[in-house]
């Protein structure tokens, strides 16, 4: 698979602050990139760099294998986190301005305008003004214009900030939508369930300095640390416990269960399989519970950034 | 992509769609029309009123002085005592009465003349009062002593200079006072329009930052293209405004002074008919006739071309500036401090163009300022009606073109950095450090 965007070692100063320090990445085609990272870590700036909205001072973007140039700007759409559409311009008249700056011409963005207003259940909000539609309703609008003329490449700051969950649903079925479409996606975020939920790969941006990045999954096995999480019933839990201390380093877990007497988190080496474990366990006791414990996207962005 | 003309497009719309545009737009000349023509009428009441003084004339010197005009009434009162004619004036509610005591000589009159009324009288009948008695004494007094009035009255002279230019260009004094007024409206046009509009782009950038759109707009668009757009689709606005308001003023002043009969030309006041009766005693004819040739000795094809170039050249040049301070701020309460530098050379420039150039056009001063770009549109353009060489007014516009690319690249810098920063308002330390970024 191909990478539609790439950025080499791009670096951007604000006077004496660097925002960025050589960061590179890459988003494969079809993907939806989560772009993470504390506040303030530069993620901004980069997004901004791609839209060509600042220019960097060193390093190169490319998209399609092509040096970003003007004409990329249609492209690819932009949702940023700080947004907001004129307060006083009509619904339709603005989405048809928005439409025609990305390159449409009147008579196409209308086309596309009509579908989207039907597929959202809009098509009332036309002739509104903006300031008379809530925030929630003014972002499904900034969604749609977004998306309008089907860019390459999508980027979503904080995409669902604002939504209730029905309609936050709604937009996240729409992104898994349009990258079946054939976009790719870029998606910062500070929600981690969401990341869980959409993102394949993802980059992790601190203090100006990419320090993670790659595939959600190969990332997750990464920072595995063969923990297993046990829930066993016993007649004699102490012994058992004992037992297991014995063997393996054990930690105290905490999940929900119906009747488990001993409930343990059992970290095993290398050398150890997990049917080993396993049936250790059995052998001792009666096991109700067998998981593996994986980091979840939230552990590891803790984790990754308290580590830096 | 060039989305300029688009960006024109919708900055028009939305500024001459606005409510408040509309509002003013139709109301602004209303509101003046109706305002003049109240004063027009308020006037005319005043001229229509019929005041009788009484005068009594006890030395018998001033016989035949009051003669009873359009708006003036006397009437004599000889024979009766102060006390009477007094209480008499009283009782018919005249504006007052004139009283001149009995004296022994001539020459005591003067300190004899009083004027009693119920209220104190406007001060232009008291010194036309005073202009007739004076005439006349100095008549008697130059009769008594052998002077002949006929010769005196022949010996009168009075002399215009007739002025030429080494050129052979005929001018007079009028001239000086219609190249005034061509200068003074063109400059004093351009200060109205820059600060009306450009503060309209100012807030136009600020509200594009505080409903956060702009970040979607420059995703799209490059800075520099938005604020060109912004400039020319508020300037154009302007345009319509003031061709509007020219267009609605003139009709409304015809339909106005048509039904309620008021000469809209006549609004003056006693004093300036006095004027005009000194004025028209010179020969009305020659006074039209001077107006005439004064204007046609305007260079008026310069007037026009230099008029369009330092008015567009001068509005850029501000409303740029402007935009860029709206995009420096968040809100336009934070505006005043970076205002200043602004209005300064602005206000300067009107300041000079109103004093100096009236002095002398081509002094130091003036011709200085007529260089000096923030300040040459307005000074340049109160100069050129007094005759201005081709090379200065070249090498000015210029120079101001060459402050108006410079400014446009301040302004874009500034404008690119400042519209994506929220929050603090920047300091001009701060300002500066965006130039470099």
């Known amino acids: 698979m191909s990478d539609l965007l790439v950025a080499n070692s791009v670096s951007k100063n604000f006077g004496k602050f660097r925002a960025l320090n050589q960061v590179s990445i890459a988003v494969p085609k079809g993907s939806i990139f989560g772009l993470l990272g504390p506040n303030g870590a530069g993620k901004t700036t980069l997004i901004r760099i791609i839209n060509q909205i600042t220019m960097p001072d060193e390093g190169t973007v490319l998209l399609d294998g092509h040096d970003l140039k003007p004409e990329h700007i249609r492209d690819i759409g932009y949702l940023p986190e700080e947004r907001g559409l004129y307060k006083t311009m009509k619904v339709g008249e603005q989405c048809l301005y928005l439409a025609q700056l990305k390159g449409l011409s009147k008579s196409e963005a209308k086309r596309r305008l009509k579908y989207w207003f039907d597929k959202l259940e809009i098509g009332d909000w036309w002739n509104k003004k903006i300031q008379e539609l809530s925030k929630g309703q003014a972002q499904k609008i900034q969604f749609v214009v977004t998306v309008l003329h089907k860019p390459k490449l999508l980027i979503f700051d904080e995409p669902f900030s604002g939504f209730d969950p029905i309609n936050a649903n709604l937009i996240k079925d729409e992104i898994l939508q349009l990258r079946e479409e054939g976009a790719t996606v870029i998606f910062s975020t500070h929600r981690m369930e969401s990341v869980e939920e959409l993102c394949d790969h993802i980059a992790l941006i601190h203090k100006s300095n990419k320090i993670l990045d790659g595939k959600l999954n190969d990332i997750k096995a990464q920072f595995k640390t063969n923990t297993f999480e046990v829930g066993l019933q016993s007649n004699n839990s102490e012994t058992v416990v004992a037992d297991i201390e014995n063997r393996f380093e054990v930690l105290p877990a905490t999940f929900r269960n119906l009747h488990d007497d001993i409930k343990l988190n059992v970290k095993i080496d290398k050398d150890t399989s997990p049917n080993d474990l396993l049936s250790f366990l059995t052998s001792k006791a009666e096991v109700h519970h067998f998981v593996e414990v994986i980091p979840s996207a939230n552990d590891i962005f803790i984790q990754t950034v308290k580590n830096n | ?437």
């Open chain 2, 1 to 437: 992509m060039n989305h300029l003309p688009l960006i024109i497009k919708r900055e028009y719309l939305t500024k001459v769609k606005n409510k408040s545009f509309i509002i003013m737009t139709f109301l602004s000349p209303l509101i003046m029309i109706a305002l003049i023509a109240v004063v027009a009428y308020l006037s005319q009441l005043n001229n229509d009123k019929q005041r009788t003084i009484s005068i009594l004339d006890e030395s018998g010197y001033l016989k035949e002085v009051f003669k009873n005009t359009e708006n003036t009434v006397y009437t004599n009162l000889s024979g009766l005592s102060l006390e009477d004619a007094i209480a008499l004036v009283k009782e018919k509610e005249d504006y007052g009465l004139l009283h001149i005591a009995s004296v022994d000589s001539l020459d005591e009159v003067s300190n004899n003349v009083k004027f009693y009324s119920e209220e104190s009288p406007s001060l232009s009948i008291i010194s036309s009062l005073e202009t007739k008695i004076e005439k006349k004494l100095q008549d008697i007094k130059l009769e008594r002593d052998g002077v002949s009035l006929l010769k005196i009255e022949a010996s009168k002279t009075s002399i215009i200079i007739a002025q030429e230019s080494f050129d052979g260009e005929k001018s007079s004094k009028i001239d000086n006072v219609i190249k005034l007024a061509f200068g003074g409206i063109a400059g004093y046009l351009l200060f109205m329009f820059i600060i009306i509009y450009g503060n309209m782009i100012m807030r136009s950038v600020i509200e594009e930052k505080t409903s956060r759109i702009i970040e979607v707009i420059i995703s799209s668009v490059k800075p520099i293209q938005l604020m060109l757009g912004k400039i020319i689709g508020t300037s154009l606005a302007g345009v319509t405004q003031f061709a509007i308001w020219v267009i609605l003023g003139g009709v409304l002043l015809t339909v106005v002074s048509a039904i309620f009969g008021i000469d809209m030309t006549q609004v003056q006041s006693p004093q300036q008919e006095m004027v005009n009766q000194a004025m028209q005693a010179d020969g009305a004819q020659a006074f039209a006739e001077n107006i005439f040739i004064g204007i046609s000795n305007l260079p008026i094809i310069n007037l026009i071309v230099a008029f369009i170039f330092f008015f567009i050249g001068g509005y850029l040049l501000y409303s740029s500036l402007y935009a860029a301070i709206g995009a420096a701020v968040d809100n336009e309460t934070d505006t005043q401090q970076f205002m200043l530098p602004i209005l300064m050379p602005l206000i300067l420039a009107v300041y000079v163009g109103v004093f100096t150039v009236i002095e002398d056009p081509h002094g130091t001063v003036s011709t200085v300022f007529s260089f000096i770009p923030l300040t040459s549109p307005v000074v340049m353009l109160m100069r050129i009606p007094f005759g201005v060489p081709l090379w200065q007014q070249g090498l000015s516009l210029v120079l101001l073109i060459s402050t108006f690319m410079l400014a446009v690249w301040f302004a874009a810098k500034i404008y690119r950095v400042g519209i994506l920063m929220y929050g603090k308002k920047p300091t001009y330390k701060e300002l500066f450090k965006w130039l470099k970024y």
